[in-house]
């Protein structure tokens, strides 16, 4: 795909961008899956991993982008790499505690904790507005934690909001990498530094798995490394501020698979802090756009 001025291409953007979205409901509702039938953590962030570089390979032949292998830059990389990986294990462990609608929730915080990481590491003028909004969305996440007393595990609520302080540290990883590396370069660096990484772990971790699991972890690592690579594509075609919201949408996902596959509804709470934390994400995107600071937002879940 050939990037065409974004104006033309916004609704082929937003299309892409719904369909990450997709993409890692679908990824989620699979790794959840797999963990309810006894694949640990480790297995899982090797597998997503695995699986997941057949259609980046795919996605870098048909572009012919075959120096995106070339990099001035491997140190950052593996530092990006090995970030990341804290982050997919805490998703993970927090995906395989927690209901999915509640995990994806906590999730949206994570644009929020980039806020502040910019401020304390960036060192990036953080005006009254956005700390407000960072304000307001943590009184999101209260609402949905329920302090005072609720039916969801404590520890995984705390590894859920430990994976998105871990996600928003990944964004300002990329915000640095990404002054020099292309996108296709940074995918690539990083699922194969996963694959090594997560790889190590297992003789000490692997199991044996049905036909059933086997192709339930298969689709997990296709269909996250698509939604990657949708994602990527999605911000060729669109600005930041009109793909980021239909981020939200993951969810609506959660909640059908939830429901479908485990008939669990979320809680009148989750729903009210999931609108609290949405605005409050969606007010901190708008403050960017206006002082002309747009970025990719923080990795998804």
């Known amino acids: 795909m050939s ?18 979205v997709a993409c890692f409901g679908i990824m989620a509702a699979a790794l959840k899956l797999a963990s309810d039938a006894g694949v640990n953590v480790p297995e899982l962030v090797f597998y997503r991993s695995l699986f997941g570089l057949p259609p ?3 996605w870098i032949a048909w572009n012919r982008d075959f120096g995106a292998w070339r990099t001035s830059r ?36 994570a644009p929020l904790f980039s806020v502040m990481l910019s401020a304390l590491i960036l060192a990036e003028p953080v005006g009254r507005h956005r ?8 009184l999101g996440v209260l609402i949905v934690m329920q302090p005072g007393g609720t039916h969801l595990p404590a520890t995984g609520l705390a590894i859920a909001l430990a994976a998105a302080m871990a996600v928003a540290a990944v964004t300002i990883t990329l915000r640095q990498i ?11 660096w990083f699922t194969c530094w996963s694959v090594i990484a997560a790889g190590l772990f297992m003789p000490a971790f692997a199991q044996h798995h049905h036909g059933a699991v086997w192709a339930i972890l298969v689709a997990m690592g296709l269909f996250g490394g698509l939604g990657q690579l949708f994602m990527t594509s999605a911000l060729r075609f669109a600005p930041v501020s009109a793909v980021v919201p239909f981020d939200y949408t993951q969810l609506l996902w959660a909640v059908l698979f939830g429901w479908l596959l485990w008939g669990s509804q979320p809680h009148a709470t989750t729903w009210i802090g999931a609108g609290v934390i ?12 206006v002082l002309g600071r747009e970025r990719p937002p923080a990795e998804p879940l």
Do not use: D
Not at 4 to 17: H, K, S, T, W
Not at 91 to 103: G, I, K, Q, R
């Open 131 to 138: 700390w407000s909004a960072v304000a307001v969305g943590f």
């Open 278 to 289: 949405i605005v409050s994400g969606l007010y901190t995107l708008y403050r960017e756009r």
């Open 3 to 20: 990037a065409a001025p974004l104006q033309q291409n916004r609704l082929l953007g937003i299309g892409l961008r719904i369909a990450a």
């Open 178 to 188: 990404g002054r020099t590396e292309k996108a296709p370069t940074i995918v690539l």
């Open 56 to 58: 980046l390979m795919i």
């Open 74 to 109: 491997p140190l950052a990389h593996l530092v990006r790499a090995a970030m990341g990986l804290i982050a997919m294990a805490l998703n993970f462990t927090a995906l395989a505690l927690l209901p999915l609608a509640e995990a994806v929730t906590i999730s949206f915080v």
